[in-house]
């Protein structure tokens, strides 16, 4: 597999969730961030680069923070790969993983990419049933992630996407339980509800989903 690191994105305004910083909800008695991080720990990261503000990086992990703050994924992404420097030498053998902070299920998620082999791709992606990509549940190889960032322009304001459309993609498809995140306070609640969470375990800081307001059909 050579050598993996993973990149992880926190720094969303959270708004479909009134607002509330998503890196810090907690899932199972853990912060989300927190969670993935394990996960991607789990399945063998060396380097691990938390986009998003200083006070939610975990200990031991590289900070970075998109310029200007909430600049956007392609922005993130720069900012990660500002924080993975060339250490090693030649980098066509390494790997990173791109995860969202708010996967309700990470572990499986990396475990999931790092059992899949690139072979002559430089990415591997998981799609849901209705076929659409999961960008940030995918492992790319770093050289197309510096390259495709390079060629996709400015940054801030721009999408994720500019910076994967020229690279070679194997999608992976699997159950839309597996890469299920949380973006809405029914989200949230699902997660809770589906996940072992002693009653003790919320942090009395975190919202409850019914403190968020309804989702508008």
Known sequence: MGQLDAILFAGGRGSRLGGVDKAELRLGGARLVDRVVAGARAAGAHRIVVVGPAHVVPAGCRAAREDPPFGGPLAALAAALAA???????????????????????????????????????????????????????????????????????????????????????????????????????????????????????????PDPDDLGAETP
């Not at 990509?133 to 999408?159: C, E, K, V």
């Open 84 to 206: 993975l420097p060339e250490e090693y030498g030649p980098e066509g053998a390494r790997s990173a993983l791109l995860l969202s902070c708010d996967l309700v299920h990470p572990a499986a998620v990396a475990d999931r990419l790092v059992r899949e082999s690139l072979g002559d791709s430089e990415a591997v992606v998981l799609r849901d049933p209705d076929g659409r990509g999961q960008w940030l549940a995918g492992r790319y190889r770093l050289s197309a992630l510096r390259a495709g960032a390079a060629l996709a322009g400015a940054p801030t304001g721009g999408r994720l996407r500019a910076a994967l459309a020229g690279m070679s993609i194997r999608f992976v498809d699997v159950p839309a339980e597996l890469v299920a995140d949380i973006d809405t306070p029914a989200d949230l609640a699902h997660a809770r509800a589906t996940t072992l969470e002693p009653p003790s375990a919320r942090d009395p800081e975190s």
